[in-house]
């Protein structure tokens, strides 16, 4: 497709819009809630939904790979040119949980198309197009991808890849398009804290033994210091620092601090102090408690001195920091926390490493190159402070990461009315129409 | 009743027994629980069924009486004699939450008899013999009792009584009868803490933004300091300190740490230094977390900052606290609690005054006999952690207020598998038929 010219691609584009549609909204009603074991089967349904789509498509191979956990979707389109490189597109098809009473305006799992944008769960997610690729689309991200880095590493030589194209990503805004260079990684854990063996009255017993929703939130108080920096100790070691060069071009972006704070549908912003909020949401690693719970939780009160109270907590971590040291380091922070009588369990789940992209990879250049011929626009440069499995690929298949994705933060990823731009999305079709060519082009191993 | 000989009374209860619990079991299986809306016509059926019962029983009045709440009944039974003293018997017919999946082996609201203790919610209750006095069973006291106030001045002349027997506290232990000389007050309060309009991503926002989890615990662990006292400003103010011969009147009862740890069920005692358990639970106000929750609460994790956080605080207090002042104060602590772009509200229920009966009143004496009688034994004094409307009794009709409850430690008031022991319950019905006669041989106004 490296001679197509611009205006082929976009009548191909029109003509195809809307069966396109309609097989993303058929992909979208099916509930793959990675995290939910009661949408297990639901997972399934959609890894078979996807193989036999990209068998349609043209794919020669298209296979559901098991895993101890949910399956993943490979595929593989080879290039009729023997020297032509080979890219590798990473993406998954699971999604966040979701459901009406958290504030969905319409069914999650009934794609509802409103001025131009789709909503539905996991509507912010990207396609790849069919041309000279691989294509390895798993089905536990949503869940920290717990089985991901084995499959890569059983699968090496079929994934094998000259360049990891990762489709996990958002850009700037509608108006700004832009390349993200490094995503954050991610651990999270569970802890329960238990206090007496059942909810006890606090008349009787309360002021004289220990609370565990009061130790429970303890913790969570400690996690910052007054500078809003994680306590834990040992959690900034190795950290690669943020240089001049990085935060003149993030300073660069036009950040509208207002319009951001109304996409993040928040009324203030805040955080490690020193560091502006595009650092602190790209740049930084960061605690967070993503759930609390413990006692009643009913209308009016109950004198009670609760059984139990649980924690989720999660900790986002950039590039230097081990996902594993950092487990361990919360682990030996939390035994410091519990008093005597109070029990806990603590339960991490599968780490994601961070990762960051050199700014002078040739095959950078062409993902810069393809889609400012889609966007008709320069192309900036961004971070994600999401986390991704990235990281496991570069490691095991030994290529470059690149970022290509087109959702923006107003799309609501994980919130209820998530959705996607679709002028955005078709705009990021007609990028990898492009992209194959021009990465062809040039040498990029 | 004051000339019946022990042996007749004991007789007369033997040959009521089966008819006695008959009519309890009935009464029991009522869920009466005033915390939850969805009961209140429960609520109400609770006290129709107690008129009812106590026009049978032979109380020449018997009326439910309306608040702007939950209905109360009052029942009164002249004396033959014009000079006999009135007593006012106070009791309550609302009973706690319960639930099934809260932990109880049988239901809550289906009482079940094993080994000679009842089970169900609000079987720890006591019932008063039909003798010469004056009734009065509120429907809100496990609600915090707000229309019970403005109901005793209202009807402050048809309530008139020389002194007032509360039913609603326990005694030491099986073995160890005593009398009660003062209850603690409580104030409570819901608060709730909102930060994005909905939850957001935590990998895009996570970091920038306040997180109302975050703060509601911040809260929590602010509430006391190092040495377990509370850090609300003015929260000491006023209190009657414990004297020394309280303090020794306390040290003096067998209190037993371990057996009390079982009893509640607890791994370890902890609370305000410098006090034992036994002044922490009876003389000291506390701070204490009933109910904590926010965000993503299901199994798995979800990387959000959630939208909002809801705490659920109460406050033990004792005598020389005003619920009023702590209020404000508690009021005026969290306002100061609360970052840029997190917003709240709290709710205070309707508060309960702690109280305190003199040690030397002839009344009290009266009790002490009665229950000797019964239990033949020596009774000791206690105090009681948990809170009634007492201390509004004590106010509006002028008169003291005498404790005589039965119930013990191990019957699990207001947890799940609630029970009385029956033996314990058949003392304390004996101890009010001595009770009225050893009142009218003296004087007590």
Redesign the interface.
Known sequence: MSDTPDSAVRTYMEEHRTAFLADLAEWLRIPSVS???EHAQDVRRSAEWLAAKLRETGFPVAEVWPTDGAPAVFAEWPSGDQDAPTVLVYGHHDV??AARE??WHTDPFEPTTIDGRMYARGAAGRNAPAVNLKLLVEGEEE??SPHFRALVEQQRERLAADAVIVSDT?MWSEDTPTVCTGM?G?A?C?ITFR?????????????????P??V?????????DEDGRVTVPGFYDGIVPLTDQERALFAELPFDEEGW?RT?????????AGYS?LE??WA?P?A???????????????????AS??L?L?F?LVAGQDPDKIELAVRDWIATRV?????YEITF?AATRPCLTPLDHPALQSVVRAMGRAFEQPVRFTR????GPAADLQDVLGAPVLFLGISV?SD??????EKVELDLLFKGVETTAYLWGDLAAQPIR
């Open positions: 995290a939910q074991p966040q949980p958290d504030g869940s920290s958002g954050r991610l999270d569970g206090g007496p063996d059942q909810d006890i009255h606090s008349g009787s017993f309360g002021g004289a033994v220990p609370n929703a009061t429970a939130a303890r913790v969570v108080a400690a996690l910052h704070l993040a549908k928040s009324y203030a912003t805040g955080g490690e909020t602190r949401i930084r960061t967070e408690v993503n759930g609390i719970g413990g006692g009643y939780q009913g209308p009016g009160g109950k004198t009670i001195v609760p109270a649980e989720k999660s986002r008093p005597a009588g109070i029990r789940g994600e402070g999401g986390s933060p609501g990823w994980h919130a209820p009315n």
